[in-house]
């Protein structure tokens, strides 16, 4: 199993720009997650799923939209960037409410 | 507004040593407390995680202990070695049965020397 991957690794962008963020699990999980790493503010959940055709905002979703028309695939769609988007983002899976969550490796994304 | 507030920002000890990193929530509704461990260039890793029926809980090197009428738990590291620096996260989860979102705390860098 890949586990939780994510592409690409690295990104830069202007700020307007759009662009998908690509993260996809091969263990069958319901549940997905999107995150934000930023220094001094630990990890924020901005959208997640708890299953295909299931999604929901989670802490700061503002700029970001989401879908899942699969189980396996979950992208993150910035739709005009921003410098305040600035960020590592990481995407998380688990098989059911309460267990572990999987991370994928990260996209460190620039927005100048 | 922070619901998971972690100390210190960073921690520096010798090989040998026993680091504690401490966590406080406010939501009386958590009830699933993980720590993950995430070195540079990688995604965090699940580490040990409690739920808020026990007070204590170890795996291997690594010890949570909760306390719940005052709504903190610690991660204890007994005999550190180089490798176990990195950065560590505390979390909150309520599972509501439909979702289980995370909430993590600011995160805390280690750094054990020889």
């Known amino acids: 199993n890949a586990g939780v991957t994510q592409t690409p690794k690295f990104q830069v962008l202007k700020t307007g720009q759009s662009m998908t963020l690509q993260c996809a699990q091969d263990?069958?999980?319901?549940?997905m997650s999107w995150y934000r790493q930023d220094p001094g503010m630990g990890l924020r959940l901005i959208h997640y799923?708890?299953?295909?055709?299931?999604?929901d905002q989670g802490e700061v979703p503002n700029g970001y939209n989401v879908s899942r028309s699969t189980t396996e695939d979950f992208p993150l769609r910035l739709l005009s960037a921003a410098p305040s988007q600035t960020s590592v983002y990481f995407c998380?899976?688990?098989?059911?409410?309460?267990?572990?969550?999987?991370f994928g490796p990260g996209t460190r994304l620039t927005v100048l | 507004q922070q619901q998971v507030k972690q100390s210190p920002q960073s921690l520096i000890v010798q090989k040998g040593g026993i680091p504690i990193i401490n966590c406080a929530y406010e939501?009386?509704?958590?009830?699933?407390f993980p720590w993950y461990q995430q070195f540079p260039g990688k995604g965090p890793a699940l580490l040990i995680a409690?739920?808020?029926?026990?007070s204590e809980k170890k795996e291997g090197r690594f010890t949570i202990s909760f306390n719940k009428s005052a709504k903190q738990f610690s991660l204890h590291i007994m005999d550190s070695q180089p490798g176990d620096s990195a950065t560590y996260f505390c979390?909150?989860?309520?599972?509501?049965?439909?979702?289980?979102?995370?909430?993590f705390g600011t995160g805390t860098r280690l750094q054990v020397t020889l």
């Open positions: 799923s708890v299953g295909a055709g299931i999604t």
């Open positions: 939501n009386t509704a958590f009830d699933y």
């Open positions: 979390a909150a989860s309520v599972d509501t049965g439909t979702a289980s979102k995370l909430t």
């Open positions: 998380a899976s688990t098989d059911r409410v309460g267990n572990e969550q999987f």
């Open positions: 263990m069958n999980h319901e549940y």
């Open positions: 409690i739920r808020p029926d026990v």
